[in-house]
Each structure stands twice: as structure tokens, then as C-alpha cells.
């Protein structure tokens, strides 16, 4: 084991532990937290921009009134479904299932960093800097975690030109509303 594999297996081993600490339904209701607020934060935008339009006159909030108002609904939601989260954890803690909660979440913090490790060394490499052969050659860890980032980005931009579409939408609605009234001004 070289040093490159000790600096990589450090992190997992945090990750493991981490995970451990807070459990597989803490995380899956994280993960799923995020998509559930951004979700919630573009189909409420228009109500939360309503809401608050009568509150912002001048156009420098109007510009900004889109993200205040994605804002007001994407971090309460995060924060309720952690809550939620918590809750149903302290429920099954002490049962078999909080066992399980805790190894899968272990599981879960390996793969999180196995995943952050792998961009580190992947934006390390597009800017240029290449490790040293003999520090590469013979380790275990080192060729397994590397290509798993670029992998599955390249994987995810099958879906990415979807999700642009979406994002071009939701400015073209929005935004292109709130220019007229800025002019009316």
C-alpha cells in the first residue's frame, strides 16, 4: 500500500464512519430532500414571486425576486423533511432495523467519497497536473476510485440536455415576466 492509497482510504474510512453516525435513512431522505425542495422551489416560484412582488418595488429586487422566492420554499423544505428524517431515526434506532440503518449508511459515506475523491483527482488531471508513475503504479485503491466520476458524469449528460431544457423554460416564464413590469416602472 502506497501513500496515495493511505490519502485515499483516509477519507473513506471518515466517510464510513460518518455514515455510520447518521444512517442510510438520514441520507436517502437528504438526497431526496434536495430533489423534493428543488422540485417544490420551481413549482411554487411563480406563487412565492406573487407573494412577494407587492413587498419589492424597485427593479433590483425584481431581478432578484425569482431566486428570494425559489429561496423561501427550497430551504424550508430541506430543513422540515431533515427534521422528519430525524424523527422516524430515533423511532428505529434501537430495533434491528437501526442496525441495518447504521451499516448501510456507512456503505452510503463510502461511496459519497469514493465519488468526491474520484472529481478531486479527475479536475487535478483536466488542469494539468499529473501524479508521478512510480506513485501510481502498484496501488490498490487508486485505478479502482479514478475513473468512477468521469463515468458517471459522462453517464449523467445523456440526461443533462432535459434538465437544460427545464431551466430555459422556467427563465423564459419568469424572467421574461418580470422585464415587462420593469419597464411599466
Known amino acids: 500500500m502506497k501513500l496515495v492509497d493511505v490519502i485515499i482510504l483516509l477519507p473513506l474510512l471518515w466517510g464510513a464512519m460518518h455514515g455510520y453516525r447518521k444512517g442510510l435513512l438520514i441520507e436517502i431522505i437528504g438526497i431526496a430532500g434536495l430533489v423534493v425542495a428543488m422540485v417544490l422551489g420551481f413549482k411554487f416560484l411563480g406563487l412565492g ?53 447504521r451499516f448501510a449508511g456507512a456503505l452510503v459515506g463510502i461511496v459519497t467519497w469514493v465519488f468526491g475523491i474520484s472529481i478531486f483527482f479527475w479536475l487535478v488531471n483536466l488542469i494539468g497536473i499529473d501524479l508521478p508513475a512510480h506513485r501510481t503504479d502498484d496501488t490498490y485503491l487508486y485505478p479502482v476510485v479514478v475513473p468512477i466520476a468521469p463515468k458517471l458524469i459522462n453517464k449523467a449528460m445523456l440526461w443533462m440536455p432535459k434538465g437544460t431544457e427545464l431551466i430555459q423554460e422556467w427563465k423564459s416564464e419568469y424572467l421574461e415576466e418580470v422585464e415587462p413590469q420593469e419597464e411599466k416602472l
Open 49 to 101: 414571486m406573487e407573494v412577494l412582488s407587492p413587498y419589492l418595488g424597485d427593479s433590483i429586487a425584481r431581478r432578484i425576486l425569482p431566486y428570494i422566492g425559489f429561496s423561501l420554499i427550497f430551504f424550508p423544505t430541506i430543513f422540515l423533511l431533515n427534521q422528519f428524517g430525524y424523527a422516524i431515526r430515533k423511532s428505529i434506532r434501537y430495533s434491528i432495523l437501526g442496525m441495518f440503518d
